[in-house]
């Protein structure tokens, strides 16, 4: 019963936020045609405003009606924090609940990192206490045994959840792929997170959950015009920007180099151009000739 009430709440958010403003009429027209509804007509008035109530509480967001024209709109909390992501995970999946006739049709992605270790991290993260865990790189062949670390936050990129939090054994932070760990298990005591652990300033100037001690640098890329058009839709880093010409634009960034930043720009193929830095430049046109030389070697 607490799932479809749940559910009712992601669909009225989701429908009022597709919208934008909806009348009581245009939302029950709605109501009637969801899966949700029951066989209901409408949403009736006391228990749309128990509703309206509920997802404050729980969402930190408010429906409010605007009196000139009896139209309902979501107010929206601050873009970026969990809530928000929290909406849209909630939202999908509740279409998706309602899609099962069609389920043949839809292909999904799998994210394997969220679904043995991601609650018990957050249990770690929510009573400051130390995790112990078995770690696999792609770069070893053996796993590190009994790692440590006082988790400060968790990251997800790139349908991966990532943990980062101090190494006890060297005293360093680090950043751990959840779909690396085995053997996970939070430890009986507690440490106390130091006052800067910010998970956005730690990123701030990283492109994904590479950390470096070096210092960000200006980056220029020549993109062609319909690679522009990705970047605009979906930046590489919150630091973009772009300056337009006829048949490419330039984008601006200030970020670290690290090698997944190189590994994005070498993506793209010849869309993308690095312009400088120097370094950034050299880094990429040396793994092209490498990728080269390997073919060359077969031919």
């Not at 408010?62 to 024209?69: L, M």
């Not at 790692?147 to 005293?171: A, C, M, S």
């Not at 590489?236 to 601006?252: A, G, R």
Request: hydrophobic share 35%; proline share 6%; net charge neutral.
């Amino acid at each position: 019963m607490a799932k479809d009430i749940l559910t009712r709440y992601i669909w009225i958010i989701d429908t009022i936020r597709r919208y934008g403003r909806i009348s009581r009429k245009e939302l029950d027209e709605c109501w009637r045609r969801s899966p949700h509804s029951n066989g209901e007509l409408t949403i009736p008035r006391r228990t749309f405003f128990n509703y309206r109530h509920a997802i404050e509480e729980l969402f930190s967001l408010s429906i409010e009606c605007d009196p000139s024209t009896y139209e309902y709109y979501i107010v929206e909390p601050e873009k970026g924090n969990i809530t928000d992501w929290l909406l849209n995970s909630s939202a999908t999946s509740s279409v998706l609940q309602g899609a099962r006739d069609v389920a043949g049709k839809i292909l999904l992605e799998d994210v394997p990192s969220a679904r043995e270790y991601l609650a018990p991290a957050i249990e770690a993260l929510r009573g400051n206490r130390s995790i112990t865990f078995d770690y696999h790189p792609h770069t070893r062949s053996n796993p590190t045994r009994g790692v440590v670390i006082e988790p400060y936050f968790l990251r997800i990129h790139r349908q991966l959840w990532y943990v980062t939090g101090r190494n006890t054994t060297d005293g360093k932070v680090k950043t751990y792929s959840l779909d690396r760990i085995s053997n996970l298990h939070i430890n009986a005591d507690t440490f106390t997170p130091p006052a800067d652990a910010d998970p956005e300033a730690y990123f701030r100037d990283s492109f994904g959950v590479m950390v470096t001690q070096s210092e960000p640098r200006t980056v220029k890329l020549k993109v062609e015009s319909r690679q522009a058009k990705y970047l605009r839709a979906l930046p590489l880093h919150p630091s973009q920007e772009e300056m337009i010409s006829d048949k490419f634009s330039i984008f601006t960034y200030r970020l670290r180099i690290t090698s997944d930043f190189v590994a994005q720009l070498l993506s793209y193929g010849p869309r993308i151009t690095v312009v400088s830095p120097p370094e950034l430049k050299t880094m990429v046109t040396n793994e092209l000739r490498s990728a080269l030389a390997n073919y060359e070697e077969l031919s």
